[in-house]
C-alpha cells in the first residue's frame, strides 16, 4: 500500500481549536451576533498591538481597501482623481479606483521588494502630480519606505498602505501599516491571523476615522462619536427625533459581526508567535534562494520580514513550469505570486491600453509561491527549498 506523502499547504487552518471551543461557549451564552461591543474591543486590541490610534473593523481585506479611497474621496481633501498604483498586487488594490472614477496610473515594481519603484515612481509623480498613492508590501516584503516618504514629503499625495500580507513585518523598526495617511489588513482564511472573513482600516488621523466610522455602516451618524454626530445634525438642521436615522454620505455596510471579533480577539493572544515563526522561515527560504545560481526573490536591507508566503523567481516561464511541477509532484502547493501584473488582467486590458513593465512582466511570467505559515518547521522549509531549487535553469 502506498504511503501517502506529506501535504505542504500555502495556507492551513488559522482558527484552531482552543478558538472554535472557546467561540462555542460564548454562543452558548445567548449573546449578541451583530456588529457590538466584542468588534469595539477588537479594535482597541488591534490599534494598540499595530501602535495607531485608530482601526476600524470591516468584513474583508479588500473592504478595507474600498473604504481607504472613499474615505480619502469623501474628505474633500485631494486635489484630483488621479493614483498611482502598483503594477504587482491584487485586484482589489486597484478596482476601487476604477469603480470611484479614480485615473489609475500603473508603476513599476522594483526589483528587490516588487512594491513600487521609487524611481518609476518619480517619474510618475513630476508628470501626472496625483493626489494619491496606494501601495502593496508585495507577501509581507516592506516597499522602500525612505524613499517613499521622502517623495510624499515633496509632492504631498495621500499615502494608502495595502498591508493585507504583511501583519507583524517591519521597516526600520517601526511595524508596517503604521506609514500610512491609511491601512489596510486582511484577516481571510490562512493569513497570519483569520476572523474567517474579515480585515481592518487603520489611521492615525481622527478626522478620517469619523468618515469611516459613517462609511462602514450606510453613511449613518449611529457609530459616530456623540459630538461628532451632534455637530453634524446641528449643521445639516436635523430634526432630533430623526437623528438617530440620519445619514451624511452615501456610503455602504460593510460591518463585520460580534462572532468574527470573537474569533479576532482568540487569534490576538498568540499573534506575536505566529510572527515569530513566519518570520524564521522566511529567512530560511531567503538564505537559500540568494545563495542559489538562477533564482531570484524579494529583498530588503531595512526590513523585518514576516511574509504570507515565500516568492521564488525563476530564470524563465519553462523554468517556472519545470519548478511548479517538481513541487506538485513532492505534495508542495505552488501559484503565481498575487495577480502578478495588474496591467494584464483582463479587466485592465479592457479599459486601458498595455504598457511595458519589465520587472512587473518578468514577475508575471517567472515569479511562484511556496507556502510559509506556523505549521511549517525550519526542517520543512529546508525540504521545499530543496526541491525548488533542484530545478535547473
Known sequence: MTQLKKRYLLAEHTINGDDLRALSAWLATDPWLTQNGLVREFEKTYAAWLGVPHALFVNSGSSANLLMYYALLASGRLANRKVIVPAVSWATTVAPAIQFGFEPILCEAASDTWG?????????LEAHRPAAVIMVHVL????????????QERYGFALMEDACASQGSRYGGRPIG?????????????????TIEGGMVCTADGELQDLLLHLRSHGWSKDAEPESEARRAEAAGVHQFNRPFTFYYPGFNLRSSDLNAHLGLSQMQRIDHVVARRKENHRV?????????GFGCQTSDRADICSISFAGLASSVEHRERVGEALRASGIETRPVGGGNMSRQPFWTERFPTIPLPMADRIHDAAFQMPNHPGLSVEDIGFICDVALSVKP
Not at 116 to 124: I, K, M, N, R, T
Open 285 to 293: 527560504y531567503q538564505q537559500r534562494f540568494l545563495a542559489a545560481e
Open 178 to 194: 503604521t506609514f500610512g495617511t491609511l491601512s489596510s489588513f486582511s484577516f481571510f482564511y490562512g493569513h497570519h491571523m483569520s
Open 116 to 124: 513600487l519603484d521609487p524611481g518609476h515612481l518619480e517619474q510618475l
Open 140 to 151: 509581507g516584503v516592506p516597499n522602500d519606505m525612505d524613499a517613499v516618504l521622502r517623495l
